[in-house]
């Protein structure tokens, strides 16, 4: 199983970004599917995470801000991030509880994708 990020990138504050994660692999489906983030210094953080039956938890710093989809056909995660401050500069990480054919349930990380806002 892979977990494929894309998405981040440079962008001035206030501005947006959207993050996509591809998982792709041996799937017989998709738990949980979230986004980490992990800045200069400090330790990887939840930003947000997606049930397999919907629900959503973000952390208070990205709440009316961000956005987490999936596309659960495309075995694709999405975070919409608006308002962007200096403070979501940060590499951002996919993490998905994959449901193998064995029926076991394993977590994965992408690689990370970087997210730079500036003033």
């Known amino acids: 199983v892979q977990l494929v990020e894309s998405g981040g990138g440079l962008v001035q504050a206030g501005g947006s970004l959207k993050l996509s994660c591809v998982a792709s692999g041996s799937i017989a489906g998709i738990n949980s599917m979230g986004w980490y983030r992990q800045a200069p210094g400090k330790q990887r953080e939840l930003v947000a995470v997606k049930s397999s039956g919907g629900s959503t938890n973000y952390a208070d710093s990205v709440k009316g801000r961000f956005i987490i989809s999936r596309d659960n056909a495309k075995n694709t995660g999405y975070l919409e991030m608006n308002s962007l401050k200096l403070e979501d500069t940060a590499v951002y990480y996919c993490?998905?509880?994959?449901?193998?054919?064995?029926?076991?349930?394993?977590?994965?990380w992408g690689q990370g994708t970087q997210v730079t806002v500036s003033s």
């Open positions: 993490n998905a509880n994959i449901i193998r054919y064995s029926g076991r349930y394993e977590n994965f």
